[in-house]
């Protein structure tokens, strides 16, 4: 998150609770200095009118003592004044002073350092702690929009050391506790601001994304066009066109007014078809493959109950997506959910296609479970990883959480679209119950796999827009944007997931995306924190209806306008590396630590382990082999800097990792796409090639210096 520029806010050993000026306090601070300017400039008239001449000296000195006295009162005055804005927290544009809650004396129980006194502000955006007598200075600042829940602890009753405060459950996984004294009564007024401003929308007011007023050099709501990346798929074709049915949000209040559908599909079809469809979610066109002209599409489940009915219309639909891919005689249907899952569902009216019904398909089930099972799954692995690491049962934690084989079952299908459409030419059709939590997962995967522009920095904004944003997946109820209502069996972490599949296949293919993981975990970040309109809502309905593009700022806004910190500096494009196919196994999914782990503690070893020389004779034939080609084992990204003069690696089963390029080499699917010390060996060459050119510069530079010199010492000199 882009932060305004840091504030001093300074130390303080007072323990009474102040609260912030109002607007009146501040007007009524400003008449009392102009009306100690204008006593000041009449006393200093009055001694000049009134006195007589021969007491106008002395008058005048003791005018001029007063003046003095009053001048360096209204002084100190003002450097109090600016002494307390100084102790404010840093704010943003849109966050407002006036509402700006400050309780003074109040201790951070951090579960690592122990408890830091310090200042706790509360604003209409975040929570902004700093300490008052730590060195070096720690300071934290947590947007409001990551608070799920908000509980007093103690009462007024408890007794012992920091047994009085608040606790705040986060979003991101972290609880932070804070101890308040009972005797400035500070408590009641943090939680009251807290309450209010961590949820707007239970209290009547705006998010603060409508607040924000911040500004970029970059317009992020201009990275996706519809009509352009349809274009830039080749739309329209024979087989396929766009079509406006939808413009008006009637066909489906839940997809975007722009829709790609068969060609051969007239408005009265496809009306017929959202009919049949879970909350006329049609079978709409993601991807469409540029030579096999083999298609992703996405809808979601048929309405078939109980009695197992049919729609020909529906089946017709599905025959024109098959027969608009020459190369394939049939078309797999993808459904996310399990078997059982499916069938339970048509007890509600829902279901799955009968292959009865649609010979021309093939169905199959990919097991992936549903929002609340996922919830579960996050709750548990949140409670490994904050805030105290069992060393001893951390694998077997990780194993109970189930996280990483949901990751795994994800990835899997999604590996399993995209072979279906690259390896076998087949157009795939996938969804779930509703089309907008797996499905989306499932479609965004197969197609960040298959299409390198997806891999790019814009290209995966876009993909966000479009397989996200645009098609309706219901942000504001998984995440609970503004709500208070922090059991919502709604919330879930889906978005979360797809996120974390991306890292897992950036992981495997380090070199093959432009982006970073410190742009992933932005993503994250900023998909709770309000701060910018991207997330915000369930559907472009709502979008357009709340005027979020002309009302707030695109996070696609901030990244843009500072890339350089997202940029992956591996990145690059191997013709073998078109098309991704991850390995979808447990030996090969990780525990994104540096996301989940990121706001622990370090197990250090207490001294570094030395490395051991070898047997001189048994050594020296190595080294001289691998010295004379230091190009094939140079590590073009190293560097010297002090602070990496000593090493410490964490000793702790969660950092470990087994090592799969040494004992999984001979697994053919373990291998790299693209070997790493290929694209090093490049990189040391242009790094040669770019000191060389410096070099030469620099000569040049100075032997153009050293002409300028010579000839201005032979040139003669004019009296």
């Given at each position: 998150m882009?932060?305004?520029?840091?504030?001093?806010?300074?130390?303080?050993?007072?323990?009474?609770?102040?609260?912030?000026?109002?607007?009146?306090?501040?007007?009524?601070?400003?008449?009392?200095?102009?009306?100690?300017?204008?006593?000041?400039?009449?006393?200093?008239?009055?001694?000049?009118?009134?006195?007589?001449?021969?007491?106008?000296?002395?008058?005048?000195?003791?005018?001029?003592?007063?003046?003095?006295?009053?001048?360096?009162?209204?002084?100190?005055?003002?450097?109090?004044?600016?002494?307390?804005?100084?102790?404010?927290?840093?704010?943003?544009?849109?966050?407002?002073?006036?509402?700006?809650?400050?309780?003074?004396?109040?201790?951070?129980?951090?579960?690592?350092?122990?408890?830091?006194?310090?200042?706790?502000?509360?604003t209409?955006?975040?929570?902004?702690?700093?300490?008052?007598?730590?060195?070096?200075?720690?300071?934290?600042?947590?947007?409001?929009?990551?608070?799920?829940?908000?509980?007093?602890?103690?009462?007024?009753?408890?007794?012992?050391?920091?047994?009085?405060?608040?606790?705040?459950?986060?979003?991101?996984?972290?609880?932070?506790?804070?101890?308040?004294?009972?005797?400035?009564?500070?408590?009641?007024?943090?939680?009251?601001?807290?309450?209010?401003?961590?949820?707007?929308?239970?209290?009547?007011?705006?998010?603060?994304?409508?607040?924000?007023?911040?500004?970029?050099?970059?317009?992020?709501?201009?990275?996706?066009?519809?009509?352009?990346?349809?274009?830039?798929?080749?739309?329209?074709?024979?087989?396929?066109?766009?079509?406006?049915?939808?413009?008006?949000?009637?066909?489906c209040?839940?997809?975007?007014?722009?829709?790609?559908?068969?060609?051969?599909?007239?408005?009265?079809?496809?009306?017929?078809?959202?009919?049949?469809?879970?909350?006329?979610?049609?079978?709409?066109?993601?991807?469409?493959?540029?030579?096999?002209?083999?298609?992703?599409?996405?809808?979601?489940?048929?309405?078939?109950?109980?009695?197992?009915?049919?729609?020909?219309?529906?089946?017709?639909?599905?025959?024109?997506?098959?027969?608009?891919?020459?190369?394939?005689?049939?078309?797999?249907?993808?459904?996310?959910?399990?078997?059982?899952?499916?069938?339970?569902?048509?007890?509600?009216?829902?279901g799955?296609?009968?292959?009865?019904?649609?010979?021309?398909?093939?169905?199959?089930?990919?097991d992936?479970?549903?929002i609340?099972?996922?919830?579960?799954?996050?709750?548990?692995?949140?409670?490994?990883?904050?805030?105290?690491?069992?060393?001893?049962?951390?694998?077997?934690?990780?194993?109970?959480t189930h996280?990483?084989?949901?990751?795994r079952?994800?990835?899997?299908?999604?590996?399993?679209i995209?072979?279906?459409?690259?390896?076998?030419?087949?157009?795939?059709?996938?969804?779930?119950?509703?089309?907008?939590?797996?499905?989306?997962?499932?479609?965004?995967?197969?197609?960040?796999?298959?299409?390198?522009?997806?891999?790019?920095?814009?290209?995966?904004?876009?993909l966000?827009?479009?397989?996200?944003?645009?098609f309706?997946?219901?942000?504001a109820?998984?995440?609970?944007?503004?709500?208070?209502?922090?059991?919502?069996?709604?919330?879930?972490?889906?978005?979360?997931?797809?996120?974390?599949?991306?890292?897992?296949?950036m992981?495997?293919?380090?070199?093959?995306?432009?982006?970073?993981?410190?742009?992933?975990?932005?993503?994250?970040?900023?998909?709770?924190?309000?701060?910018?309109?991207?997330?915000?809502?369930?559907?472009?309905?709502?979008?357009?209806?709340?005027?979020?593009?002309?009302?707030?700022?695109?996070?696609?806004?901030?990244?843009?306008?500072?890339?350089?910190?997202?940029?992956?500096?591996?990145?690059?494009?191997?013709?073998?590396?078109?098309?991704?196919?991850?390995?979808?196994?447990?030996?090969?999914?990780?525990?994104?630590?540096?996301?989940?782990?990121?706001?622990?503690?370090?197990?250090?070893?207490?001294?570094?382990?030395?490395?051991?020389?070898?047997?001189?004779?048994?050594?020296?034939?190595?080294?001289?082999?691998?010295?004379?080609?230091?190009?094939?084992?140079?590590?073009?990204?190293?560097?010297?800097?002090?602070?990496?003069?000593?090493?410490?690696?964490?000793?702790?089963?969660?950092?470990?990792?087994?090592?799969?390029?040494?004992?999984?080499?001979?697994?053919?699917?373990?291998?790299?796409?693209?070997?790493?010390?290929?694209?090093?060996?490049?990189?040391?060459?242009?790094?040669?090639?770019?000191?060389?050119?410096?070099?030469?510069?620099?000569?040049?530079?100075?032997?153009?210096?050293?002409?300028?010199?010579?000839?201005?010492?032979?040139?003669?000199?004019?009296?």
């Open positions: 882009e932060k305004a520029k840091s504030v001093d806010i300074g130390s303080s050993n007072h323990t009474q609770c102040h609260k912030p000026a109002s607007s009146d306090s501040l007007n009524g601070s400003e008449s009392k200095s102009s009306s100690l300017n204008s006593k000041l400039g009449q006393r200093s008239l009055g001694s000049h009118s009134s006195h007589s001449p021969s007491k106008s000296l002395c008058s005048s000195s003791s005018t001029s003592t007063e003046n003095m006295q009053m001048a360096q009162e209204l002084k100190m005055k003002e450097a109090s004044k600016a002494q307390k804005t100084s102790q404010d927290p840093p704010l943003l544009p849109g966050e407002q002073p006036h509402v700006v809650q400050k309780a003074r004396d109040v201790t951070y129980l951090c579960p690592f350092q122990g408890p830091i006194r310090g200042c706790l502000f509360v209409n955006y975040k929570l902004y702690f700093r300490s008052v007598d730590k060195e070096p200075k720690f300071s934290m600042e947590v947007p409001l929009g990551v608070v799920s829940r908000i509980e007093k602890v103690g009462y007024a009753s408890s007794r012992g050391e920091n047994s009085y405060g608040i606790e705040l459950f986060c979003k991101d996984l972290r609880n932070l506790k804070f101890a308040h004294k009972q005797e400035n009564h500070s408590r009641r007024d943090i939680f009251d601001k807290l309450q209010k401003f961590a949820f707007p929308l239970s209290n009547s007011l705006p998010l603060f994304a409508f607040e924000y007023t911040g500004s970029y050099a970059s317009n992020g709501w201009t990275v996706y066009d519809p009509v352009a990346e349809y274009r830039r798929m080749g739309l329209p074709t024979e087989s396929w066109k766009t079509t406006n049915i939808n413009e008006s949000y009637r066909l209040d839940t997809y975007p007014a722009i829709l790609a559908v068969p060609a051969a599909a007239d408005n009265n079809l496809l009306e017929a078809v959202a009919s049949f469809r879970s909350r006329g979610r049609i079978p709409v066109l993601c991807w469409i493959h540029p030579e096999s002209q083999a298609t992703i599409t996405r809808c979601s489940q048929p309405l078939v109950g109980v009695s197992g009915k049919r729609c020909t219309e529906d089946e017709n639909y599905l025959q024109m997506i098959m027969d608009a891919n020459a190369q394939s005689h049939k078309v797999y249907i993808m459904d996310a959910r399990p078997n059982v899952n499916a069938v339970a569902n048509k007890a509600k009216g829902g799955y296609e009968s292959e009865d019904a649609y010979r021309m398909a093939e169905l199959v089930f990919l992936i479970h549903n609340h099972v996922m919830r579960e799954s996050l709750r548990k692995l949140k409670e490994i990883c904050f805030p105290v690491i069992d060393e001893a049962r951390w694998l077997s934690n990780i194993e109970s996280w990483l084989e949901h990751l079952g994800i990835l899997a299908g999604a590996v399993r995209a072979d279906r459409v690259e390896g076998g030419k087949f157009s795939v059709v996938v969804h779930c119950s509703d089309g907008w939590d797996r499905t989306a997962q499932l479609t965004s995967l197969a197609m960040l796999m298959l299409d390198p522009y997806y891999r790019t920095i814009k290209g995966y904004e876009v966000i827009e479009k397989e996200w944003i645009s309706g997946h219901k942000f109820q998984r995440i609970g944007h503004g709500d208070d209502k922090h059991s919502d069996a709604d919330r879930s972490p889906v978005f979360l997931q797809f996120i974390d599949c991306t890292w897992q296949i992981n495997q293919f380090k070199n093959a995306f432009e982006f970073n993981e410190h742009f992933l975990i932005t993503v994250l970040d900023h998909l709770y924190s309000c701060l910018f309109g991207t997330f915000l809502c369930n559907s472009e309905q709502q979008r357009v209806k709340e005027g979020v593009r002309e009302q707030t700022q695109s996070l696609w806004s901030m990244i843009n306008s500072n890339l350089e910190s997202y940029t992956n500096p591996m990145y690059t494009t191997y013709p073998q590396q078109h098309v991704l196919f991850p390995v979808a196994s447990l030996r090969r999914i990780q525990l994104w630590k540096g996301y989940y782990c990121r706001f622990g503690t370090f197990l250090c070893n207490s001294e570094q382990q030395r490395v051991k020389e070898g047997v001189r004779e048994q050594t020296q034939s190595l080294w001289s082999m691998i010295n004379s080609n230091l190009e094939s084992y140079t590590n073009p990204m190293y560097t010297t800097y002090p602070q990496q003069h000593v090493l410490f690696p964490v000793a702790s089963l969660r950092r470990i990792q087994l090592w799969k390029g040494y004992y999984c080499r001979w697994n053919p699917r373990m291998r790299h796409q693209e070997p790493l010390h290929v694209r090093s060996r490049e990189l040391l060459q242009l790094r040669a090639q770019l000191h060389k050119q410096l070099e030469d510069l620099c000569k040049e530079q100075e032997a153009k210096s050293s002409v300028r010199t010579q000839a201005r010492v032979s040139s003669p000199i004019t009296v």
